[in-house]
């Protein structure tokens, strides 16, 4: 094995003093197959009593039950014997090292446990006692004691407050709930969550759909160890080959996104709690519109992953991506009724994918098959008058064949009793045929109850029981397959940042003034319409004639938010009477004198700093209809060119950015190197917390973008 131990390397410094690149031994060790957590050769479970409840006692009955090999040490304050195994009184009476120690005692002998394990070498543990952070002072206290201890020895662990890990591939079955292993199934796809309870539904719903797992993660508080840890070790992991996530909260937002862009293996998350926090103030747009949820979700979108909302949508893409990948947006759609096809069509024509018609041969071919020449040769097609299924599978293979077809969904309905064993054949063929032909084919079907688990172990192949949630999966998979084709996509990274958990530590904040701010977007390279600050009429006019009229005053008060709203601004100026009158009429100290722009298309463009994502970048519709139709697009910043572009198109009214009705089209090459630009202004100066420039105007190509009204606030 080359590599055996679980730490992060001490990072070093690249060409900047603000952001440095963590390098983690994910990335140095290639496989983590040897890694103790997930394959110790001995474990000690420590809280184990012959009680007649006993938590500690289920951790070693599960080990047992799944046949785990390596030597199992019972510590337990009573002593005495479990069957064979002496339970020790201390981990000091224990007479090995064990590679791994699962605890199970009241929170309070926590950090004293692991000073324990210190001192006699063990290096692994798995917290599952609860009693901390989740329950307030006293429980953040013994976090800390438990960090201090762990940090000393060099301890690394999963948890505290979690039901801890599960391993098929040795039988290393560690939650104190009991599990059966006739009611596990082995197989390739791993699941990381936040929440034990999420872990057991898991295991549960996993059967139900007879899917099979290789390794299941319970977190919990992640004070240690966390869904970074986790992600990257399961890229890597052989036995991995589909992921899942569920998250509460993010621990490093950028770590993740650049895990999924390394991995070749789709990774599907369930993100909770996605509640509006960052609405409650809303003094820029882009606070209001960038939420925290709102946030993630673009995040997820730009590194690949797949994002679902709920634990059977999950369990939906956990079958699809058991099958071969959706290579186009083609369906070829069967079934046994004409509602059938109808439902099927609905479902391809909401999620995106395409209906297109078969082949004149294609048709051909089952006008042959067909008894009463009552079926419409279309795409879906109804095949309710034919009853050999046989001919139904020889129709599958001859759809595969067509050039038109992608995927295909066969929504089956059967006869009872009479079809049941014709119609766990024709499972199985689909599962030939899928392989055979390297394209998805999804059989939707709904049992009877008593039929349920024969329909879906009959070829050891998934089955649905609807037809939009095939769909809605099967467009992920297209998604998820195009997206990874893209030239460089292995390559790309999104640089980290120096401390990820202290971004919102901020004591103070302020709104810079329009000087400041017009300043420091020029300083970088931004187009900013030409300005001057004035302090009264007299001032404003030689600012006005320096400029060249027209022009717009606006009050130079960092305070004054929507200068509209609040008369705090007058455009359009065309000469000194007209202007001495506005500045007369506005409430104000001080005045901005600027150029007006030449007409164009408004847009917005704003920024913050998230939480979970460190610095992002949004783009919009401009002016005053952004606050009501929210249009935009989101990205991670900073972006490159080809990232700027992708936004730019996910907005629903980017074709008023095109030529249209005679109108010649916007300068959108400009615009992409303004949206660079200013990405990377917000992640160079993490002290800008919100930015907005609202309106930046765009002119036809060729001309340019102008900033005319934008809006800073820094923290410190």
Known sequence: ILCRTFFVLPCFSLHTSKYLFFISIFSVCPSFR???IFYPRSVMVVGVSNAPVNLGKSIVQNLDRFKFEGPVYCVGKDGGYLGDRKIYPTIEDVDAAPDLAVFLIPARFIPDAIDACGRKGIRYAVIETAGFTEYGDEGRTLEDQLRQAAGA??????????????????????????????????????????????????????????????????????????????????????????????????????????????????????????????????????????????????????????????????????????????????????????GQGVILADAAHRHGLEVSQFSDDFYAFVKKEVR???????????????????????????????????????????????????????????????????????????????????????????????????????????????????????????????KPDDRSAK????????????????????????????????????????????????????????????????????DPVELKRAIVDMNGNEFLIQKMAAPGREVIVGGKQDNEFGPVILFGLGGIFVEVMKDVALRVAPIEDNDAEDMIADIRGSRLLDGFRGHPPADKAALKRCLVTISRLLYDHPEITNLDINPMIVGDSGTGCVIVDAKIEVSG
């Open 372 to 498: 009463a020449g009552v079926i419409r040769l279309t795409n879906p097609l109804d095949l309710g008058d034919i009853f050999n299924l046989k001919i139904h599978i020889d129709i599958m293979e001859r759809a595969l064949q067509e050039k038109t077809v992608d995927g295909l969904v066969f929504s089956h309905a059967y006869v009872a009793d009479s079809e049941v064993h014709a119609s766990e054949g024709l499972i199985s063929a689909a599962r030939d045929l899928s392989l055979e032909y390297r394209k998805p084919v999804v059989v939707t079907v709904v049992p009877r109850k008593r039929e349920w688990f024969s329909m879906k172990e009959a070829a050891d192949f998934p089955v649905f029981t609807e037809a939009d949630s095939a769909v809605r999966a099967l467009i992920n998979s297209y998604r998820y397959f195009t997206t990874r084709q893209l030239p460089g996509r292995h390559l790309k990274k999104i640089p980290l940042l120096e």
């Open 153 to 338: 020895w060099n301890i690394r662990f999963v948890g505290p407050n979690c039901i801890s890990i599960i391993n098929l591939e040795n039988g290393l079955v560690l939650p104190f709930v009991p599990f059966n292993p006739e009611g596990t199934k082995k197989g390739d796809i791993s699941l990381a969550a936040q929440s034990g309870g999420i872990i057991v539904d898991s295991v549960r719903l996993l059967s139900l759909e007879n899917l099979g797992f290789n390794k299941l993660i319970s977190m919990g508080n992640k004070l240690d160890l966390n869904e970074n840890d986790f992600l990257d070790y399961l890229v890597s992991d052989p036995g991995s080959h589909i992921i899942g996530l569920y998250l509460e909260n993010i621990v490093d937002g950028r770590r993740l996104m650049n895990s999924a862009y390394q991995s070749d293996k789709p990774i599907i998350i369930l993100k909770g709690n996605i509640g509006d926090a960052s609405r409650t103030i809303a003094r820029f747009h882009t606070a209001a519109l960038a939420g925290d949820d709102t946030v993630a979700d673009a995040a997820f979108r730009q590194a690949g992953l797949i994002r679902v909302s709920n634990m059977q949508e999950m369990m939906d893409n956990f079958k699809i991506f058991s099958l071969p990948p959706m290579r186009g947006p083609r369906l070829g759609l069967l079934c046994r009724s004409g």
């Open 507 to 574: 004591s103070f904040s302020r709104l810079l003034g329009p000087g400041e701010t017009y300043d420091l977007l020029a300083s970088v390279g931004l187009p900013v319409a030409e300005y001057q600050i004035v302090k009264d009429a007299q001032e404003g006019v030689k600012a006005a004639d320096a400029i060249g009229y027209p022009v717009a005053v606006k009050i130079a008060a960092p305070d004054v938010l929507h200068k509209t709203e609040e008369k705090g601004v007058k455009l359009g100026i065309a």
């Open 34 to 36: 040897g890694n103790i």
